[in-house]
């Protein structure tokens, strides 16, 4: 190997060429045997350079160094005819060589070399020009073999180099042919094909383990699963992606588009964990095996059983409770509602349950902005007082005795017949209030145990409390203020919880004796669409059953239940003073809009006083025109008798002014207090409109 260095020994003087062109002499300092180069050193302008020259250039420069055996061609051409010039650079040369033994003297003839010496060269082969030109011919035949043998002979930086590019180079065609390969598998009228490949990329990762019939049904006082529909005609249409991902039993993860802010797109997979989980296909029997059926035990046992099914408009809640739909007709045979029916009259059967000589009965109402309907009787509008007892009673409410599940049937169909809904851009057949369908057990009259089934208006609607229109406005912010209320009487329940927040919203108010009671259970189903278009939508949902269910999975927050109390005192001072003092709906609509205070904002909480304030004047406006329309026709009566009076000859003049007089009187002070009670409301109209411009969404986080 060493021969491949010719003559360079360490402290050579070498020519060599720059970057720039420039052509200077440099010291050896190392040889470098692995790839076959040298490094040099010069001084310049005081400062000490090197760098690494592979040997072809050296050799190039510097013929004379060259091996012996690639200069052995030149005797060919006799040396004595060769100029004295040629033989001068040579001793010159081999001067160089020698520079390590004559340190002063070599250096000065280096430089004189380099500088000043090869001016006058020219002058010298003047006399035989055709020689030289024959010689230097021969070295350079043997520089291009040289060249040719020494193709692969480069220095480690410049093969990393080399890799690398040879590497970016493949990596490109890779993802070219990728591109191509995709492009036309791709639908290119999907909207938004790279999300789709990004969860599909995704999904490709995860391990399936989905809820099945062999898993075991677990107890639980509160159940929380989310059940996921399918996509319908209209998101297919609009060829909208799936973003709802559900691996096991038990966890659901959304796949939301972001966005950077160099306009990339990406997913932030988010996850949640519940007690179930149900997949879009799913069947209503399934649902109802992990969720109502466990409950059905419950009523026999002299318990309060209550099963909700929450989510955004159109995501399946009616589907889910009342059966499957074939257009606007629903076939309830296969909803919760029948099939909870079913296994109740299965267990009257049983001996230990027969000889409690228990009947059965079904009620059905919905509450809509406020006020509830009974879907048994017309939709007759009802009352909800309570008692003395402080038990609450729904006035007026017609309970059904039903002997078999086909009576239930029938009364389901009358009371969806009956029911609110209206068309919203996720539904053509949306439904609009909270519907309430009740089986109720009764031992020689008295109450047994009750089964509520609610299937709760669409999440999405709460937000709709800064609508132009007034019944809307009412309309969301009942839902938003009942779905805040149930929140927290599900977790007043799982807490134990001294006191239960049931007066804020007409719903808990009904459902009171089912959040109150050792022997309560409840179940939520949380029904998500999987389409992207409706990832807020989902989210919040998934967010709310979340809270619900989080307050009892651990139990080291049941202390932290009290911390809101404290923190509730300092927020009341934003609020009037008038409504510390105030009936007990408005105490707990207080408690209830301190503890969620991230979502209610002062102006929202505002906004939900000047409601409940109108509906309640509302009411007692109501039932003081239908009191002063029964007194009326009492007047007309004693009118009457007055004007038959003055028909006799000599009927007595004083008696007739007198009782004239006393009935005008009546009538001036009934009718100038409902006046002024007519007044009065409107001007609780009023605060509702102006509180309702005034809202903001969501109280400011403090920093």
Known sequence: ???????????????????????????????????????????????????????????????????????????????????????????????????????????????????????????????????????????????????????????NCVKEVEKLQEKRERRRLQQQELREKRAQEVDTTIPNYEIMYMIRDFRASLDYRPLTTADLIEEHRICVCVRKRPLNKKELTMKDLDVITIPSKDVVMVHEPKQKVDLTRYLENQTFRFDYAFDDSTTNEMVYRFTA?????????????????????????????????????????????ALAARDVFLMLKKPIYKKLDLQVYATFFEIYSGKVFDLLNRKAKLRVLEDGKQQVQVVGLQEKEVKCTEDVLKLIEVGNSCRTSGQTSANAHSSRSHAVFQIILRRKGKMHGKFSLIDLAGNERGADTSSADRQTRLEGAEINKSLLAL?????????????????????????????????????????????????????????????????????????????????????????????????????????????????????????????????????QVLEDHRAVFQESIRWLEDEKVLLEMTEEVDYDVDSYATQLEQILDQKIDILTELRDKVKSFRSALQEEEQASKQINPKRPRAL
Request: proline share 9%.
């Open 487 to 619: 929140k927290e009487c599900i977790r007043a329940l799982g807490r134990n919880k001294p006191h239960t927040p049931f007066r804020a919203s007409k719903l808990t108010q009904v459902l009171r004796d089912s959040f109150i009671g050792e022997n309560s259970r409840t179940c939520m189903i949380a029904t998500i669409s999987p389409g992207m278009t409706s990832c807020e939508n989902t989210l919040n949902t998934l967010r709310y059953a979340n809270r619900v269910k989080e307050l009892t999975v651990d139990p080291n927050q049941v202390i932290e239940g009290v911390r809101p109390t404290i923190h509730a005192v300092n927020q009341l001072d934003l609020l009037d003073e008038d409504w510390l003092s105030s009936s007990p709906q408005r105490d707990d609509l207080k408690l209830l809009c301190e503890q969620n205070e991230e979502e209610v904002s002062p102006q929202l909480f505002t906004f939900h006083e000047a409601v409940s304030q109108m509906v309640e004047m509302e009411e």
């Open 1 to 155: 190997m060493a021969s491949a260095f010719g003559k360079i020994v360490v402290g050579t003087y070498v020519e060599i060429k720059r970057s720039d062109g420039r052509i200077h002499q440099a010291m050896v300092t190392s040889l470098n045997e692995d790839n076959e180069s040298v490094t040099v050193e010069w001084i310049e302008n005081g400062d000490t350079k090197g760098k690494e020259i592979d040997l072809e250039s050296i050799f190039a420069l510097n013929p004379d160094v060259a091996p012996d055996e690639e200069i052995a061609p030149s005797p060919e051409t006799p040396p004595p005819p060769t100029p004295t010039s040629v033989k001068v650079n040579k001793i010159a040369k081999n001067r160089r060589t020698i520079a390590p033994i004559k340190t002063d003297t070599p250096s000065r003839d280096n430089r004189v070399v380099s500088t000043r010496a090869r001016p006058p060269q020219p002058q010298q082969p003047e006399p035989a020009p055709p020689p030289p030109s024959q010689q230097p011919s021969q070295p350079t035949q043997a520089q291009t073999q040289q060249q040719l043998q020494n193709a692969r002979r480069k220095s």
């Open 293 to 337: 059926r466990p409950l059905v035990e419950t009523i026999f046992e002299r318990g309060m059983a209550t099963c909700f099914a929450y989510g955004q408009t159109g995501s399946g809640k009616t589907h889910t409770m009342g059966g499957d739909f074939s257009g606007k007709n629903q076939d309830c045979s296969k909803g919760v509602y």
